[in-house]
């Protein structure tokens, strides 16, 4: 079974910094490109960030471009989202999701992160 | 960046009716469409990809159309379970993977 645990939300004041977290399990995670899409209170779903198979390739929304780093660690089968220069916009649950064919055929349960004062 | 619009933004329907669920790009994406679900508290669930293709576990009721700019989700008899909200979303052309705003499927 396709398990994906996302971890690392927190209340964070504005410029400060945070690292989220994915462990993934139950399928073989150096096979498939990976992607972050965040959920702000009322909103609706807004992709962040996908990451290629091996690390190599990185994509980024514009509205985090230049703040957020994506990585992952194959060996660990876990996916991280750096996320810097925080603003109160950033304010959202954010879900890790697994790629098939560069759609999300499977997603974890979200982290909040709150931006604020 | 291709814009994705749903419509309507809320739908009312009865269970047991069929509900009709609409999303246009701004441009063609091919078939290269995805379908998810999300309800409160859990995370989303893909329903259909490639336009028209059920994800595995996705009952018979739930089918997708469509092709280019213009597509359709159908419900065909609605299920308690069913009133959530839905999300189209494309990947033809990324980034970034661009979603639609959502339609509200509500019981009437």
Not at chain 1, 101 to 108: E, K, P, Q, V
Not at chain 2, 76 to 91: I, K, M, N, R, T
Request: proline residues 4%; aromatic residues 12%; charged residues 15%.
């Amino acid at each position: 079974e396709v398990q994906l645990v996302e971890s690392g939300g927190d209340l964070v004041q504005p410029g400060g910094s945070l690292r989220l977290s994915c462990a993934a399990s139950g399928f073989k995670f150096s096979s498939y490109a990976m992607s972050w899409v965040r959920q702000a209170p009322g909103k609706g779903l807004e992709w962040v960030s996908s990451i290629s198979v091996g690390g190599g390739s990185t994509y980024y929304a514009d509205s985090v471009k230049g703040r957020f780093t994506i990585s992952r660690d194959n060996s660990k089968n876990t996916l991280y989202l750096q996320m810097d220069s925080l603003r109160a916009e950033d304010t959202a649950l954010y879900y890790c999701a697994k790629e098939r064919n560069w759609y999300a055929d499977y997603w974890g349960q979200g982290t909040l992160v709150t931006v604020s004062s | 960046e291709i814009v994705m619009t749903q419509s309507p933004a809320t739908l009312s329907v009865s269970p047991g009716e069929r509900a009709t669920l609409s999303c246009r790009a701004s441009q063609s994406v091919n078939s290269n469409l995805a379908w998810y679900q999300k309800k409160p508290g859990q995370a989303p669930r893909l329903l259909i990809y490639g336009a028209s293709t059920r994800a595995t576990g996705i009952p018979a009721r739930f089918s997708g159309s469509g092709s280019g700019t213009e597509f359709t989700l159908t419900i065909s008899s609605l299920q308690c379970e069913d009133f959530a909200v839905y999300y189209c979303q494309q990947y033809n052309s990324w980034p970034p993977y661009s979603f639609g705003q959502g339609t509200k499927l509500e019981i009437k």
